[in-house]
């Protein structure tokens, strides 16, 4: 089992800047991908950014390419993405997710472990 707890979200104006971060635990959790995905309000869940356990390999959505970037500590078993140039559209709850067969891929039933989410809200 893996366990992903997520922190980082809040409020932000629009041109601002957030960081997520995501904690794992469990049996060999740095050996997996980690992926960020999000979902607004009477929206479908969307993937936003992924990487490979050795941070060689990342994926982005077209909507967040040179905004989002994101990265991974093996030791401290973290993932973060750093989030740039924030919109209003970003608006939504942030959920990490590890995937152990699938390296970086933007499909979510490739994920197996998520955690609970973290709100984040960009004012314009």
């Known amino acids: 089992q893996v366990q992903l707890v997520e922190s980082g979200g809040g409020l932000v104006q629009a041109g601002g800047s957030l960081r997520l971060s995501c904690a794992a635990s469990g049996r060999t959790s740095s050996a997996y991908a980690k992926a960020w995905f999000r979902q607004a309000p009477g929206k479908e869940r969307e993937f936003v950014a992924a990487?490979?356990?050795?941070?060689?390999?990342?994926n982005y959505a077209a909507s967040v390419k040179g905004r989002f970037t994101i990265s991974r500590d093996n030791a401290k078993n973290t993932v973060s993405p750093q989030m740039n140039s924030l919109k209003p559209e970003d608006t939504a709850l942030y959920y990490c997710?590890?995937?152990?067969?699938?390296?970086?891929?933007?499909?979510?039933?490739?994920?197996?472990?998520w955690g609970q989410g973290t709100q984040v809200t960009v004012s314009s």
């Open positions: 997710a590890a995937n152990e067969r699938y390296s970086a891929t933007s499909v979510d039933w490739a994920y197996d472990y």
């Open positions: 990487i490979d356990w050795s941070s060689k390999m990342t």
